[in-house]
């Protein structure tokens, strides 16, 4: 007799805790076949200004924190979601409908990019910024800083690549982020949040959201404590009201991009959520 | 005769030689305007200087067109090195009428010679050499090798700067490829005017720069046009976010480089009497008319009484007075709808409480003027402490902690500028690294510099211009998919054959369909 399993409650995760939606509402997920595979919390707009809320409390200490420090952090990430590489195949198989091999191949590229962005954290400044010979007795740098809390519509088509081709790229600066899952292909998503819980991400950092991107984006969209606004994933959405909405606030945009090559690794993807500073020392022998 | 009156120095306008009115420059000949012509004015006298042609939504597809010609068929397949050698030729060419410009700008907009043919000119003129070099070089700019031009840019400016501003859009746009159709301020479009005459002298192609004039909606026109690829903006907050809506949803990539509200920061170990200069020339050059400007004084409480003093014995040396003198300090306010806007934050500051005080000196019976203004006593809640205003008043606030100090400063939606003074290496690094701002002046305020990038956090905008990061602002990465760079290996598989379906046409995102112009006044 086989023995009966024990199925995950998939929540939210909101400044390193997992809470359910607050407005109480799930939704159900299914196989590419159509079974049932779970309830996922389905997040309200309360549960999006909450996330905020965390993730505008996270950016001093993320932003403030050596980017050798960052860099190492975010590494960690990658060795924990190698060791869990058999769950998150399996995931992927189920909701995906792919191989394993397929499901496995996906995993190793998601793991692949953390690596990837991991190295760039303490290099990225070196190749953003420079000095700036100016005409006159001063030293003039500029250096890229973070925007500050970067909200994130992930690719719809895609459980962990997508996923995380949206988010590790704004964490590399120091920004924190709230990012709505694959309303499809949700289950990962959360599955990397307890990844992430159990890493030395600090909380806050990293705010996911399930449910409905249709529902949920208008108010991270409008929401004037969100510096930036990530499109990525929402090429389905009416995605042109977004961008209006965010302009209200001059919330750094990036438009939706489709197909396989959304998201892809590029530094341009790191340099969208910084700003350059730029100071003027003055020098002088007195 | 105090140390304080010398006789009038006027800069001579003979060197202008104007025209009693301009068309509109498109497709490298001035042409006829189909809107109503207006008239310019010099802001120190109200006099007329010139009849203006307004550019109607007609003329403003005209611009384009030349430009989208220019670009396909001349520029984007011209060399590189050729494309440097015809900027190079205009920063000789302004260098060579730069006290011409200087005058013209003085006249227009009513700042002080001393500041256009010191400032204003002699920049204009480094913009150009500067990006001139980087023509034949942009495989260094940092996206790459062989990075694009976007195509045709739609550049409109504000009155503040006019020559400048013009310098900061056209030059890093044509290094990079582009052409143009820009866009000078209502009240100050003569140095681009003027401008179109050094592009006629340098023989530059036709339709590679175009300059249209008009007002708020020949603005929202080239901004909303179709068959532009980039939008460049320089002006106030309000109409940045009016043109965030209206290309949202378009192709279109976007520079904005808005108003601010600068923290001036003076700690109690500052070099005082540098500080001083620094405090007078931060809100006082151009009389305040600069997006930049120290506006905010945050003072050390220990000191406040010395510096307030000191201030108000320095400010009441300041000339004010006719622009082309060379000896004045403060000159014209650049319109009558400016002073109004001044006038009525200056009066919101007393009837909140702060305290007024203003320097002493004659205002000229014609024109647009404003005494240079101190408030103390000013609360982080009251308006003069939140709200630009654009005009040569100061608000005096203070803090006690280096921490209060950053809160304070970085207590606004903008974060375009801040300036630190004290002795003290370590905490200028320490400060600077914490203030949300995109420049930061250490015993210093006001520099620029074209090798310098410039541009704000929040809402002080997007983009930067100046130095390399300018000229990326103009430039897309050979492949719009992002093969080539370095990546994962499933990655580089997949976008290698996307990218040979990319290479034949930059995929253009779903365009919404063009609103129509309703957009208020750039400036």
Same mark, same amino acid.
């Given at each position: 007799m086989s023995r009966l399993a024990v199925p995950k409650t998939y929540k939210l995760f909101i400044g390193?805790?997992?809470?359910?939606?607050?407005?109480?509402?799930?939704?159900?997920?299914?196989?590419?076949?159509?079974?049932?595979?779970?309830?996922?919390?389905?997040?309200?707009?309360?549960?999006?200004?909450?996330?905020?809320?965390?993730?505008r409390g996270a950016v001093a200490g993320w932003a403030g924190a050596t980017a050798y420090n960052r860099g190492q952090v975010l590494y960690r990430i990658a060795e924990l979601l190698e060791g869990r590489r058999a769950q998150f195949v399996a995931e992927i198989e189920e909701a995906e409908g792919l191989t394993r091999a397929q499901a496995g191949a996906q995993v190793d590229e998601a793991i692949d990019r953390w690596v990837w962005y991991a190295g760039w954290a303490d290099k990225f400044a070196q190749v953003a910024g420079n000095a700036n010979p100016v005409a006159g007795p001063y030293f003039n740098i500029s250096v890229p800083e973070p925007t500050g809390v970067v909200a994130i519509v992930a690719p719809q088509d895609s459980s962990l690549v997508g996923f995380v081709s949206a988010i590790a790229p704004a964490l590399v600066a120091g920004n924190a982020v709230v990012v709505v899952a694959s309303e499809r292909f949700p289950l990962s998503a959360i599955s990397l949040a307890e990844v992430l819980a159990t890493s030395d991400v600090p909380k806050g950092v990293v705010n996911v959201l399930t449910g409905a991107p249709a529902e949920i984006a208008p108010w991270l969209a409008s929401h004037a404590d969100v510096s930036a606004l990530d499109l990525v994933g929402a090429g389905d959405l009416d995605w042109v009201d977004l961008e209006i909405a965010a302009a209200d606030t001059l919330k750094r945009v990036l438009r939706p991009e489709q197909g396989p090559d959304a998201a892809a690794p590029a530094l341009d993807r790191i340099a969208a959520f910084t700003e350059t500073k730029t100071v003027w020392h003055t020098k002088s022998l007195r | 005769m105090s140390f304080l009156e010398y006789a009038p120095a006027p800069e001579s306008r003979a060197i202008l030689s104007l025209r009693d009115s301009y068309g509109l420059f498109i497709d490298g000949e001035f042409v006829d305007g189909r809107g109503t012509p207006f008239q310019s004015i010099s802001p120190a006298s109200e006099e007329k200087i010139a009849t203006i042609a307004n550019a109607n939504a007609a003329d403003v597809d005209d611009a384009v067109a030349a430009a989208r010609r220019a670009h396909d068929r001349v520029w984007s397949r011209m060399s590189g090195r050729d494309r440097g050698k015809y900027l190079f030729r205009i920063a000789r060419l302004i260098q060579e009428r730069a006290r011409e410009l200087a005058v013209a700008e003085s006249l227009d907009n009513g700042k002080p010679i001393k500041e256009s043919r010191d400032v204003d000119v002699p920049l204009v003129a480094a913009w150009f050499f500067y990006y001139a070099g980087w023509a034949d070089k942009l495989d260094y700019a940092g996206l790459g090798a062989s990075?694009?031009?976007l195509g045709v840019a739609a550049q409109v400016i504000p009155w503040n700067f006019p020559l400048l501003m013009l310098a900061w859009k056209i030059a890093p746009a044509l290094a990079a490829g582009n052409t143009v159709v820009l866009k000078p301020a209502e009240t100050t479009p003569l140095t681009a005017l003027i401008f179109a005459e050094i592009v006629q002298q340098a023989d530059l192609p036709p339709g590679v720069v175009n300059i249209i004039t008009g007002a708020g909606d020949t603005g929202a026109a080239l901004v909303g046009h179709g068959d532009v690829d980039k939008v460049a903006f320089t002006g106030s907050t309000a109409v940045g976010r009016a043109i965030a809506k209206q290309v949202a949803g378009t192709h279109k990539k976007v520079t904005l480089e808005l108003g601010g509200k600068a923290a001036n920061i003076v700690f109690d170990d500052a070099p005082i009497d540098q500080a001083i200069e620094g405090i007078v020339n931060g809100i006082f050059f151009n009389q305040g008319h600069v997006c930049c400007?120290?506006? +905010?004084?945050?003072?050390?409480?220990?000191?406040?009484? =010395? #510096? #307030?003093? +000191?201030?108000?014995?320095r400010l009441s040396t300041l000339r004010l007075g006719d622009p082309l003198d060379k000896n004045t300090d403060?000159?014209?306010?650049?319109? +009558?709808?400016?002073?109004? $806007?001044? $006038?009525?934050?200056?009066?919101?500051?007393?009837?909140?409480?702060?305290? +007024?005080?203003?320097?002493?000196? =004659?205002?000229?019976?014609? *024109?647009?003027?404003y005494a240079p203004t101190i408030f103390t006593n000013v609360q982080t809640s009251n308006r003069i402490a939140r709200e630009e205003i654009f005009g040569p008043v100061l608000s005096v606030l203070t803090f006690r902690t280096p921490q209060e100090a950053i809160a304070k400063a970085n207590n606004t939606p903008y974060g375009l500028s801040a300036g630190i003074w004290t002795d003290k290496g370590s905490r200028i690094l320490a400060v600077a690294d914490q203030l949300r701002a995109g420049v930061v002046w250490a015993n210093t305020f006001n520099r620029f510099d074209p090798s310098s990038p410039?541009? *704000?956090?929040? =809402?002080?905008?997007? *983009? $930067? =211009?100046?130095? $390399?990061? *300018?000229?990326?602002?103009?430039?897309a990465p050979a492949s719009v998919t992002r093969a080539g760079r370095p990546a994962p290996r499933a990655v580089e598989a997949a976008s290698a054959a996307s990218a040979a379906a990319a290479d034949e046409k930059p995929a253009r995102r779903t365009r919404r369909t063009t609103k129509p112009a309703k957009k208020g006044a750039a400036k």
């Open positions: 390193g805790a997992f809470p359910r939606s607050e407005s109480g509402r799930t939704y159900e997920v299914r196989s590419a076949d159509g079974a049932f595979l779970a309830n996922a919390a389905k997040a309200s707009r309360k549960d999006a200004r909450d996330a905020v809320v965390a993730a | 990075p694009k031009a400007a120290g506006s +905010r004084l945050l003072v050390q409480e220990s000191i406040h009484d =010395e #510096v #307030v003093e +000191r201030l108000k014995t403060i000159g014209a306010i650049n319109s +009558r709808e400016q002073l109004d $806007r001044i $006038r009525e934050l200056s009066d919101a500051g007393v009837a909140e409480g702060a305290d +007024r005080w203003s320097a002493p000196c =004659e205002i000229p019976e014609n *024109g647009f003027w410039f541009g *704000g956090y929040k =809402e002080s905008g997007y *983009g $930067r =211009e100046g130095g $390399r990061h *300018g000229l990326g602002a103009y430039l």
